[in-house]
């Protein structure tokens, strides 16, 4: 009856004059199914617009429920400053062109480039678009250099091996299991994988929880394991070790440790709060030879249903961005490769050294996020992106892309379950697919010509590869049943959801699904601390980011930069609540309040609300 409209909704249409769309949430790992309600408007020019976002029932993977992020964090789709023809840097100056002209001087400029040649991703392009990328490269320039611009989270390898297994529901776990959630905080990073955890722990599921602070899954966790800043490898390797040898390990360790292992299944969750990128390589890998040890009855709990290694990426297809082979270690399907090519730390070396003189950056910002000074000793750069970044604007050459409102595409989310979408509105000025202006460069680069659609590059190259055989749009668009029953004659319940009449997508089969896998080597560990008052970056739902700040309807929750401190800690440096300080950070000073409550352990500065850095720093604070 329009009791409850949201605010960039309400008076803006009657629900019957709207027609709806199916889509994959852009935003986090969870992959929320979506329904986008669109219609044509005369103010925008007759148009066809998003005016809303509501959940589409999809129970393995988000029940009937979305996140307000995913609900609202849709409007940059539209904005009035994205990228609309392709431009080429005359006279210093970024100017319009053709597609033509640009795409003839990309590929000329790669190909001259060769093995110098090096290519930059973010990880929110589709499926589809990431394996064009790497093919370009790999097939069509013969340069192996490809990799994530902005990596946080080790570990697609081992999700791949002992990830969760296909067939599972986070949704039937409860009495005789056991979730395990490590180094992440599940409400701010995948707000839909926290209720269904929370669900699961109420429906008698034993949680462990393992974090260096306290967080909202607290209150539901059979064991809340607090380590020390530093010290999560070691807590982790304890946890693998109380495990082995029941009689090792602290009390609590060795409790928590056994009921994982005596569980009926279990289902792990990892993070990168207070890691650093190699950091959670090996907290995958730990965590993963836990999972594979057998118990007294002879179980262990990789390769079935309900069990497995769950990462907890960050952004909405980093999974797919390891499968399609966005690293330097594999090719697309986990095969290994001859000679592996440069890493991202790699490129970013090359780019000021000279080793790379021709850089393509795809959906990402590296001097925006300061990992990139400049255009270093670059040749050549060119940028593909929907808006005018820092990275944009130093490039030689602009090429506009299309963003998921108005495209097809598949993404893998963090349960590897690949999930297809369908364009809802026209493409904004002259901007192409990804994928297609990637296949158009490697064309005029001597490569293969191009496929005429999105679901043909699927089918001729993504569906057979070994972890993807026999895949294709159809078999992603196939649904079943569910309940509760909504959109039906037969109404049971369905509150706002829409009923999923277009793909409940297709969860890959981990490896030890097949038997094939064996313990990870591990490194050796010890705590790892700072000389004095650690600081620990920590997520927060809305942090500010090039997609969520077109969002009027979140920006006054957009998370200002908050300094975390217990009041001992700031006590003893004079900072009282409310307070205005600077933060030093990887050379950066930020502006930040201070907060001092029970949020933060005695020792450490916990901060959000700033640009992502990995593991913990030694804290370098000043009260203004």
């Known amino acids: 009856v329009g009791a409850l409209t949201t605010s960039d909704f309400r008076f803006g249409a009657r629900p019957w004059e709207m027609s709806t769309i199916p889509s994959i949430s852009p935003h986090g790992p969870v992959g929320e199914n979506i329904a986008m309600s669109i219609r044509q408007e005369a103010k925008s020019g007759d148009k066809v ?38 431009m080429i840097r005359k006279g210093g100056e970024l100017v319009a062109a053709s597609w033509d002209e640009a795409l003839s001087l990309v590929a000329d400029k790669l190909k001259v480039a060769g093995e110098k040649a090096a290519g930059l991703t973010g990880e929110r392009p589709s499926n589809e678009d990431l ?166 009855a002879g179980e262990n709990h990789v390769g079935r249903v309900n069990n497995g290694l769950v990462a907890v990426w960050p952004h909405n297809n980093t999974q797919g961005a390891w499968d399609m082979g966005i690293n330097n270690m594999y090719d697309p399907g986990y095969k290994a490769q001859k000679k592996a090519g440069m890493s991202a730390a790699d490129i970013y070396a090359g780019v000021q050294s000279g080793d790379v003189s021709a850089l393509y950056v795809m959906a990402a910002d590296p001097i925006g996020d300061g990992l990139m000074d400049g255009r270093g000793s670059l040749d050549f750069m060119v940028v593909q992106e929907l808006f005018m970044t820092d990275t944009a604007k130093a490039a030689d050459v602009v090429l506009p892309a299309q963003s998921w409102a108005e495209r097809d595409g598949t993404y893998t989310n963090g349960e590897r379950r690949i999930q297809r979408y369908y364009p ?52 992603l668009a196939k649904t079943e049943d569910q309940w509760p029953i909504i959109g039906k004659e037969d109404l049971y319940y369905g509150g706002t959801s829409y009923e999923n009449q277009h793909g409940l997508g297709v969860q890959l089969a981990s490896a030890a699904e097949s038997g094939n896998v064996k313990m990870f080597e ?70 930040a309040e201070a907060y001092v409550n029970g949020v933060a352990p005695d020792g450490v500065a916990l901060i959000n609300g700033v640009p992502f850095h990995g593991g913990i720093l030694e804290a370098q604070i000043e009260k203004v």
């Not at 964090?73 to 990228?83: K, M, P, T, Y």
């Not at 560990?525 to 997520?539: C, E, I, M």
């Not at 980011?545 to 401190?565: E, F």
Request: proline fraction near 3%; hydrophobic fraction near 45%; aromatic fraction near 8%.
């Open 522 to 591: 591990l490194p050796d560990v010890s705590a790892d601390k700072v000389g004095g008052l650690a600081l620990v970056r920590t997520a927060a739902l809305y942090t500010p980011g090039t997609l969520i700040n077109y969002s009027d309807v979140l920006a006054p929750r957009i998370q200002a930069p908050t300094l975390y401190l217990s009041e001992e800690t700031a006590g003893g440096m004079g900072i009282s609540m409310g307070d205005a300080v600077n933060v030093k950070i990887n050379g950066a000073s930020i502006s």
């Open 424 to 475: 809802a509105i026209a493409p904004i000025g002259q901007c192409r697919p990804d994928w297609q202006i990637l296949q158009q460069v490697g064309a005029q680069a001597g490569g293969s010509k191009p496929v005429f659609s999105a679901a043909v590059l699927f089918k001729k190259n993504i569906g057979k590869l070994k972890t993807h055989k026999k895949l294709d749009y159809r078999s």
């Open 49 to 86: 617009v998003i005016k809303r976002i509501m959940p589409r029932q999809n129970e393995k993977v988000n029940d009937i429920w979305i996140s307000d992020k995913t609900r609202f964090a849709h409007h940059f789709a539209a904005a009035d400053d994205r990228l609309e023809t392709p």
């Open 131 to 296: 394996f064009a990328f790497q093919q370009l490269f790999r097939k069509d320039l013969k340069a192996n250099n490809v990799a994530l611009a902005n990596a946080r989270l080790a570990g697609g390898d081992v999700t791949a091996q002992v990830g969760i297994a296909k067939d599972s529901d986070l949704g039937k776990l409860g009495t005789g299991d056991a979730i395990l959630v490590f180094a992440s905080d599940l409400l701010e990073e995948a707000p839909i994988w926290w209720l269904r955890v929370k669900q699961a722990a109420e429906r008698g599921a034993k949680l462990v929880v393992a974090n260096l602070r306290g967080t909202r899954l607290d209150k539901y966790a059979t064991f809340a394991l607090h380590y020390g800043a530093g010290e999560a490898l070691t807590t982790a390797r304890q946890l693998l070790d109380a495990a082995r040898v029941t009689d090792s390990g602290d009390g609590e360790i060795r409790e928590a440790a056994e009921t994982l292992l005596n569980a009926k299944n279990v289902v792990a969750f990892y993070g990168y709060e207070g890691l650093s990128y190699d950091e959670t390589d090996t907290l995958a890998k730990t965590l993963a030879n836990l999972l594979m040890l057998k118990n007294e």
